[in-house]
């Protein structure tokens, strides 16, 4: 039987309309052309701990109560992160997670967002890489986060991964959201992105298996670089969904935004995990 596998990649940062025109990022613009493209409109604070939160877990802001990047008073134990839910739904499921920001998955905190579960970490069930983007840079986690996220695919083959790359916020921050420093940046994340969708591919060919691949944000960038607020280039997300099978990548198959949902309904970030999980099923 053919095994079904998801994976998340989350892109901090990313203005998806300039990435697309600029033609800075030929692997998500392939990725978008093969599959589903979905807008989400993050909840305000777009903070990447409440943006993040949210996408990973499903529960909304005043749920999870991550309204900045402290994580301070958060109820995040409302929730299951995307992961641990797979994990739930069948424990013999191996996970991953790579992240060069820590309070995705670093159990020192502030968070995690994503459950450290030691006991399935000792058995190789769930792997967790983490970088320190924030004291070393993102060029560096990010090419870190994406070795060891190719590694993974080829070597153990996780049913369910989240994979972070964090250098298109970095220089968001420094040198604004229209400037070409981060459209450099994005080059690079995009470099990355394919890398892990190309190792996905020769996986699913190579053992017969059935993947659901999404790339998403967790906010934008004000011109002038900075996000946290309501403008409509920070609440502006996405969805990109493409199925990834032995017969090659397709749009066939991809789940409805929403159950039953009309066509042109927004997909909440909310509904992020809960429409990869479905794939699981
Ligand atoms: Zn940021």
Same mark, same amino acid.
């Given at each position: 039987m053919t095994s079904r596998k998801i994976?998340? *990649?989350g892109i901090d940062g990313l203005r998806l309309d300039d990435a697309l025109d600029s033609g800075a990022a030929p692997n998500l613009s392939a990725l978008v052309a093969a599959g589903a493209l979905h807008r989400l409109t993050m909840e305000v604070p777009t903070f990447s701990g409440p943006g993040w939160a949210s996408l990973l877990t499903g529960l909304d802001h005043s749920e999870h109560g991550v309204f900045d990047n402290s994580f301070h008073g958060h109820t995040l134990f409302r929730g299951t992160d995307l992961l641990t839910?797979?994990?739930a %739904?069948?424990?013999t499921r191996g996970t991953f997670v790579a992240t060069g920001w820590p309070p995705i998955a670093d159990p020192q905190g502030p968070g995690p967002i994503i459950a450290t579960r030691p006991d399935q970490q000792r058995v190789g069930l769930h792997r967790v890489v983490i970088r320190d983007g924030e004291t070393y840079g993102y060029r560096y986690a990010d090419g870190d986060v994406a070795a060891f996220a190719r590694l993974a695919i080829r070597e153990a083959g996780p049913h369910a991964s989240f994979v972070y790359l964090g250098e #298109?916020?970095? #220089?968001?921050?420094l040198y604004g959201g229209v400037s070409p420093e981060y459209t450099s940046a994005i080059g690079r994340v995009d470099v990355h992105l %394919?890398? *892990?969708v190309a190792a996905v591919r020769?996986? #699913?060919a190579a053992r017969d298996e059935d993947w659901l691949v999404g790339v998403t944000t967790d906010h934008g960038h004000v011109d002038q670089g900075g996000h946290g607020g309501a403008d409509e280039v920070v609440t502006a997300s996405?969805?990109?969904l493409v199925r990834i099978t032995p017969a090659g990548t397709t749009a066939d198959g991809l789940p409805l935004p929403t159950a039953g949902a009309e066509a042109g309904t927004a997909v909440r970030p909310t509904d992020v995990a809960r *429409?990869?999980?479905a794939h699981l099923a």
């Open positions: 994976l998340l *990649i839910q797979a994990f %739904g069948d424990p #298109a916020d970095e #220089a968001g921050h %394919g890398a *892990i020769e996986r #699913a996405f969805l990109a *429409i990869l999980l």
